[in-house]
T-cell receptor, first 115, second 111 residues
Framework: DAMVIQNPRYQVTQFGKPVTLSCSQT?????MYWYQQKSSQAPKLLFHYYDKDFNNEADTPDNFQSRRPNTSFCFLDIRSPGLGDAAMYLCATSRDPRGEGETQYFGPGTRLLVL | SQKIEQNSEALNIQEGKTATLTCNYTNYSPAYLQWYRQDPGRGPVFLLLIRENEKEKRKERLKVTFDTTLKQSLFHITASQPADSATYLCALVGSARQLTFGSGTQLTVLP
């Protein structure tokens, strides 16, 4: 049973054309995360939602935005994708990061290609 | 600045041997450390968590150690199998309770 679902698995967009990636979860977890991962690199946290509370990482470009309309869904919007934004985008959830050692559950990722 | 280093980008071992992966960190005082497995084109999957007051944690053929003096964690896979081939990521849980990942070690188990 899929717990964290990401759609689409592959997304092709044009330079400068806005794109939205989606994530949904069946775990009813409080927290949802978006990571960017480039080839052979560590996943890099972009931002996370604790319930409706949005938390942006200091070095996340303004070009990246997120929405969480309800507990189950979270969206990543890239307003004007550049070639450097081509990457795998990973969505993850956890029950509560304030808990002890909360593990994260990842979706399969969306690979974004910018032409 | 805070840094997480995993010993090598790639590690090849023979089937049946023990694989040992290293995670070193600097300028962190992590409360917990986690290990994840990532297959190509997939998201990471949680394997093990170890707390700062624990020396060792085991799960089936997996063993993790955590030495806060050396600022190092070792991840062992005993009796390795080709199916264990994947990238293994260590992740630190810092004071902000967020995970910071290392770049991973790609393990290949040769039949």
């Amino acid at each position: 049973d899929a717990m964290v679902i990401q759609n689409p698995r592959y997304q092709v967009t044009q330079f400068g054309k806005p794109v939205t990636l989606s994530c949904s979860q069946t775990l009813n977890h409080n927290v949802m995360y978006w990571y960017q991962q480039k080839s052979s690199q560590a996943p890099k946290l972009l931002f996370h939602y604790y319930d409706k509370d949005f938390n942006n990482e200091a070095d996340t470009p303004d070009n990246f935005q997120s929405r969480r309309p309800n507990t189950s869904f979270c969206f990543l919007d890239i307003r004007s994708p550049g070639l450097g934004d081509a990457a795998m985008y990973l969505c993850a959830t956890s029950r509560d990061p304030r808990g002890e050692g909360e593990t994260q559950y990842f979706g399969p990722g969306t690979r974004l290609l910018v032409l | 600045s805070q840094k997480i280093e995993q010993n090598s980008e790639a590690l090849n071992i023979q089937e049946g041997k023990t694989a040992t992966l290293t995670c070193n960190y600097t300028n962190y005082s992590p409360a917990y450390l986690q290990w994840y497995r990532q297959d190509p084109g997939r998201g990471p999957v949680f394997l093990l968590l170890i707390r700062e007051n624990e020396k060792e944690k085991r799960k089936e053929r997996l063993k993790v150690t955590f030495d806060t003096t050396l600022k190092q964690s070792l991840f062992h896979i005993t009796a390795s199998q080709p199916a264990d081939s994947a990238t293994y990521l260590c992740a630190l849980v810092g004071s902000a309770r967020q995970l910071t990942f290392g770049s991973g070690t790609q393990l290949t188990v040769l039949p």
